[in-house]
Every structure is written in structure tokens, then in C-alpha cells.
């Protein structure tokens, strides 16, 4: 475990064996037809590379860039697209994959987007979900772990734009926190 770390919540193994459970449970629900996966960056980049390596079929895999933490550790209120164009998906299924629902805001904002886009299904998948009141009411179609209302790094989620490598879900020191101000 890495020093700045108080505590790991969720550790590789835990993580390995649920990502086997969620691809199966998507393929079996998408059976067979096609559908392009979305992912929010940066924070969904681990767990999809890790998600859809469990999916051995032939998988469209799109980017978008989305900020709504800029940097801090509670949510900012608003959702900024930073891409000047979207993935094509008239007419089309999405997987729409994230790290995290927090507030709810992220995901709300981006599928309206991709509904307006003209996609025909979307689904969403997250690897963490905040047990908490959101800013809007949504749940994410297929979820990894529910957490507590607490701030979390790894696997795929930063602190001021570090600790996305680590390879468990823990919890930062608070003097960690404290001394980067
Ligand atoms: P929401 O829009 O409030 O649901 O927040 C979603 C985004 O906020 C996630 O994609 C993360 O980038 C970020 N976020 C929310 N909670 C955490 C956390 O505990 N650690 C790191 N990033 C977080
Ligand atoms: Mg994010």
C-alpha cells in the first residue's frame, strides 16, 4: 500500500472477481447486438481497459472528456464537454462507462447529451457508486461497488490529478489531503 493511503476500501482480487460478474451480466444483456462503448475520461480509463478485456467481441471503443471536479475534492456544480465533436451515435446502443456516481451530475449531463446525439439505448456502468442523496435522481444500469459518502483514489480515480495507477480503491491520509492544501 502506497504511504499516502489511510486505507485500501476495495483491493485488486475483490475487483477482479466483480469485473467477471459485470461483463458476463452486459453481454448477456446486450445478446449479441452491437452496441459502441463510451468512456468518460480520465478516471473510467483503468477499469474499462480491465472491463471490456473481459468482453472478447468485436467492440467499438469511443472517449469523451468531461470535467466536473476540477482538481478539488468536492463536486464543482457544473459539467464542461471539452471535446469539440462527440462520438457518432445516432441511432445507436452505448455503453457509457465511468468511474464514479458522486452527485450524479456527470452522468445525468452526458446521457441527455447522448440521447440528443439521437442514441437509441443507453446503458451505463460505473465502478463505484456514492451511497448519498444526488443532485438528480439516477442509478447507473450495472455497478461494481457501493461505497460510503467518502472521497476515494485508484484505480482509475485521482486526487488533484494523481493516484489513477494505483491498482486498489483506498482512501487518502488526511494529512495528505492537508499538506497538498
Ligand atoms: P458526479 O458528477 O458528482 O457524479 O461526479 C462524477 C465525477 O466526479 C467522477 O467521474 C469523478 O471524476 C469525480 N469524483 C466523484 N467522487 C470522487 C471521489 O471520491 N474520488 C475521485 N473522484 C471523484
Ligand atoms: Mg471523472
Do not use: W
Amino acid at each position: 500500500m502506497h504511504e499516502d493511503i489511510e486505507k485500501v476500501l476495495i483491493d485488486e482480487e475483490v475487483i477482479e472477481k466483480r469485473l467477471d460478474i459485470i461483463a458476463d451480466r452486459i453481454l448477456g444483456e446486450f445478446r449479441g447486438s452491437p452496441f459502441v462503448v463510451i468512456v468518460i475520461l480520465k478516471g473510467a480509463l483503468v477499469f474499462t481497459a480491465d472491463l471490456l478485456r473481459r468482453m472478447p467481441i468485436p467492440l467499438e471503443i469511443e472517449c469523451i472528456n468531461v470535467a466536473s471536479y476540477h482538481g478539488e475534492t468536492k463536486s464543482s456544480g457544473r459539467v464542461d464537454f471539452l471535446d469539440a465533436k462527440l462520438p457518432l451515435v445516432k441511432g445507436r446502443s452505448v455503453l457509457l462507462i465511468d468511474d464514479i456516481l458522486d452527485t450524479g451530475r456527470t452522468l445525468v449531463a452526458v446521457e441527455a447529451k447522448l440521447r440528443e446525439q439521437g442514441a437509441r439505448i443507453v446503458k451505463s456502468c460505473v465502478l463505484l457508486s456514492k451511497d448519498k442523496e444526488r443532485s438528480a435522481e439516477v442509478e447507473a444500469d450495472y455497478v461494481g461497488f457501493h461505497i460510503g459518502n467518502e472521497f476515494v483514489v485508484g484505480y482509475g480515480l485521482d486526487y488533484k490529478g494523481l493516484y489513477r495507477n494505483l491498482p486498489y480503491v483506498g482512501i487518502l491520509k488526511e494529512e495528505t489531503v492537508e499538506a497538498s492544501g
